[in-house]
């Protein structure tokens, strides 16, 4: 009988204990967050005269507070066209959080562009990604219009357990230790023989 008792006073303790220690060990990955925008534009028929014509393409860097640090540049930045003479790159230069770079619009008079894609580095490990207004993965616009710059940090975060959390466990399994240790006797009780 005593047996039984023991088991069940020992099954309680380890069973909270086992569900503290495993919410401590759940891993999230970081949620991906909006970086930028990236947009194609064309530049009117009036602005011909001014050397102002053809398609543009302008990107811009809105990391200004990222996970609560300052933002990252835009760097290695490339605009990747398909034109109707074939593939075609712009270099951007590197662009700081809170700016933005357009590309020159005399790269592109007369010349007919099909799509276009954009290749960057954000200067932490993660994947960079272009969405549309729904929020659905796109490799390229395909005309006039802008995609947002979407970044995911490819690390496992590992979320830090609240103290409070820690110091009630741990009370816990001490007292339920206490309560578990065999009872000594009074030395002041001692039978005599």
């Known amino acids: 009988m005593t ?7 020992i099954a309680a303790p380890v069973a909270s204990t086992l569900a503290v220690l495993g919410s401590l060990m759940i891993h999230t990955t970081a949620q991906a967050i909006t970086i930028g925008v990236f947009t194609w534009d ?3 028929e ?17 990391s200004n507070f990222f996970l609560g640090e300052p933002g990252a540049s835009f760097s290695n930045v490339s605009v ?7 593939a075609l790159s712009l270099p951007l230069p590197d662009i700081l959080a809170g700016d933005a770079s357009q590309s020159s619009p005399f790269d592109l008079a007369g010349v007919t562009v099909l799509s276009a894609g954009l290749s960057l580095s954000f200067g932490l490990p993660g994947s960079i990604q272009l969405l549309d207004d729904g ?5 390229a616009l395909t005309g006039l219009g802008s995609l947002l710059i979407d970044y995911s940090a490819s690390v496992v975060q590992v979320p830090e357990p609240p103290l409070p959390l820690l110091l ?9 230790q206490r309560r578990l240790r065999p ?4 030395p002041d009780r001692v039978l005599a023989a």
């Open 80 to 86: 990747d066209l398909l034109t109707d003479g074939g």
């Open 183 to 186: 009872k000594s006797r009074h």
């Open 46 to 62: 009036e602005q011909c005269s001014a050397q102002l014509c053809g398609p543009f393409f302008s990107v811009e860097n809105d």
């Open 42 to 44: 064309q530049y009117p």
């Open 135 to 139: 929020g659905n993965v796109v490799s």
């Open 3 to 9: 047996n039984k008792k023991n088991k069940k006073n």
């Open 168 to 176: 009630v466990s741990g009370l816990v399994l001490l007292a339920y």
